[in-house]
């Protein structure tokens, strides 16, 4: 676990105390923060667990990835929308250590992710990071990192260009918006290795994709899995 993780668990502990970081409720040691009543009723999408399912088939024809999952559905107008909202703008970093932590477990039961090396955050431009305050993704891999027992490389990849944000545009617009637009600068970190990619949340995948593209191309030796903490598929497609 990285210096930083340490940190981190230790201020969510110090901040949060026993509060549920969903509903504000009691909960106990060990639940991540997260109330029982809570984890019952989060829209998990159960494709953690899946070797085929909607998450992988998004990259069908983009990129060739090992594994791909997201945790739980990100839903219109819901409290889980609003979950991420909360940690994405609203600066509460500790929430989604938390979430990565469940995830990380979820990826861990699951078996199919027993391989993997290295943790690498989608990164934001470092303007983004200097208005946001932090990489909402580096929180979430760091809390799936302390579950699964592999490091974190937030350095290796980087964004070239602080394009503008993905929320409001067409599908067609966001592929357009995220050409080249990632580069691998320390390649001996991540040589051979299989990598996870981590985000936030994934639409069309096309943010996630440029990324994969950008690791595939500067290190055509390793392999790729994919992990976001939610997506929008909808449940109808399982």
């Given at each position: ?42 829209p998990l999408t ?25 945790m739980f559905f ?149 392999r790729v899995s ?13």
């Open positions: 676990m990285s210096m930083l993780g340490n940190i981190l668990r230790s201020l969510s502990s110090l901040i949060y105390g026993d509060g549920c970081i969903i509903c504000g409720d009691h909960t106990h040691k060990g639940m991540h923060s997260i109330c029982t009543k809570c984890r019952l009723e989060i159960h494709f953690y667990s899946k070797e085929d399912n909607p998450v992988k088939e998004r990259f069908d024809g983009f990129v060739a990835v090992e594994h791909a999952s997201a990100y839903v219109t107008n819901s409290r889980w929308q609003g979950l991420v909202h909360r940690f994405k703008y609203s600066g509460k970093w500790q929430i989604a250590y938390s979430m990565g932590r469940w995830y990380g477990s979820l990826l861990k039961e699951s078996g199919l992710y027993a391989d993997i090396d290295v943790i690498v955050p989608v990164p934001l431009h470092p303007i983004k990071i200097l208005k946001r305050g932090y990489n909402q993704s580096r929180y979430i891999a760091e809390g799936m990192a302390k579950e699964m027992g592999v490091k974190v490389d937030a350095r290796s990849v980087r964004r070239l260009r602080n394009n503008p944000s993905q929320a409001r545009n067409t599908a067609t617009a966001r592929w357009a918006n995220v050409e080249s637009l990632f580069g691998v600068r320390r390649t001996e970190a991540l040589r051979a290795k299989h990598i996870l990619v981590v985000d936030d949340v994934l639409t069309t995948g096309a943010t996630i994709t440029s990324c994969i593209q950008a690791i595939k191309a500067a290190l055509p030796d390793c994919v992990a976001a903490l939610s997506t929008t598929i909808r449940r109808e497609r399982m």
